[in-house]
């Protein structure tokens, strides 16, 4: 049996934390950002988990 591949473009969107959740980065915070406020565009900078019922699919690409 061939090895299972990791999906580029998921691993470049997407991690595992330490507790096996999936985190993501949220949009909107690589241009125009003059018109967002500061409180929001730092809002913007943290990660946050993916929904459960999605997270499944994502595993799925992201095997090792």
């Known amino acids: 049996m061939p090895k ?3 999906h580029k473009g998921a691993a470049k969107r997407f991690r595992l934390s330490a507790t096996g959740k999936v985190r993501r980065g949220h949009s909107g915070h690589t241009h125009i950002l003059t018109k967002k406020s500061s409180k929001r565009k730092r ?4 990660q946050t988990a993916v929904s459960d019922s ?3 699919q994502i595993r799925a690409l992201l095997p090792h």
Do not use: G, H, I, S
């Open 4 to 6: 299972q591949k990791t």
């Open 43 to 46: 809002k913007l900078r943290q």
């Open 54 to 56: 999605f997270a499944k």
